[in-house]
């Protein structure tokens, strides 16, 4: 996946804050919304491609995905989680 050195470097292309991988649970649940047809990105289009991974905004409220190991840092393709209804705990 993304090599530790290689996630040091990344930050949100928003607010140029650090980055984190989100974990499994998360990535299943950003997953289940795609299948189910409820996940939108920032731009308000739905999310049709499934997640290989994520990375998770400093501040939880955005994950960038990880499809086919390449990370999307596109502010329009983030996911604001607490508008889709998901949360990081």
Do not use: W
Not at 19 to 47: F, H
Not at 76 to 81: A, M, Q, W
């Amino acid at each position: 996946m993304i090599s530790q050195q290689f996630l040091d470097m990344l930050r949100c292309p928003d607010q140029g804050t650090r980055l984190t991988l989100a974990d499994a649970a998360l990535v299943e649940q950003l997953n289940a919304a795609i299948t189910a047809g409820k996940l939108k990105n920032r731009s308000d289009q739905p999310v049709k491609r499934h997640f290989n991974g994520a990375l998770l905004r400093e501040d939880n409220a955005v994950a960038y995905p990880i499809v086919d190991e390449i990370p999307i840092l596109l502010i329009d393709e983030g996911i604001d989680l607490a508008q889709n209804g998901l949360a990081v705990t």
